[in-house]
């Protein structure tokens, strides 16, 4: 019934779409923000910014260095849109992680120097059904071939949680599932 891993990563597009007090334990989580102009204050993203560090949330902001630099944050996500090499030449208290959606785009993720790499489309996904997905076992060998850390994304669904035991890997990342179901992040305990 429980999907145990190391770290869980929710990808957000506003802080309205996650209760951090429904969040109990620490140093389990990442948060990657996407910035969308004029829906969240910057003020507002500060309180919420604020409040991940004093739960030891970890907090990241995609493809916005600028915010980054500005709220603090402990890293930045690179989607896999973003193809510019200027975020090599980071802090050394700044993270990168990756988004990728097949190899070629893992490849370019590792020279831009992401640690780790989120993959879209592990299980099939019900917004666009015709997309290709990977499923367990070639999700499985991609992970153990690329030598980096690959967090899978994309269909995790409160179905289908089970399966992630399956997965060979120690994270996994949920972005629709979120707002749909709050409530799957009390079975991720």
Known sequence: ????????????????????????????????????????????????????????????VANNLELAKKLSSDGIYLSAKNREFKYLYLKKNFSLIGGAHNLKEINLKIMQGCK?????????????????????????????????????????????LNKLKLIKCDAFAVMSEIKKKPAIIGRLF
């Open 1 to 60: 019934m429980f999907a145990f891993k190391n770290k869980y990563f929710f990808i957000i597009e506003s802080i309205k779409d996650i209760d951090l007090r429904k969040i109990k334990k620490r140093n389990k989580f990442v948060i990657i923000y996407r910035y969308i102009e004029k829906q969240d204050k910057i003020f507002e993203i500060r309180s919420f910014r604020k409040q991940c560090k004093s739960r030891n949330i970890k907090f990241f």
């Open 116 to 160: 780790k790499i989120v993959y879209a489309r592990l299980f099939k996904v019900t917004y666009k059904p015709q997309m290709n997905y990977l499923g367990v076992i070639k999700f499985n060998y991609l992970s153990t071939n690329t030598g980096k850390k690959i967090i899978p994304l994309g269909g995790i669904s409160y179905g289908n």
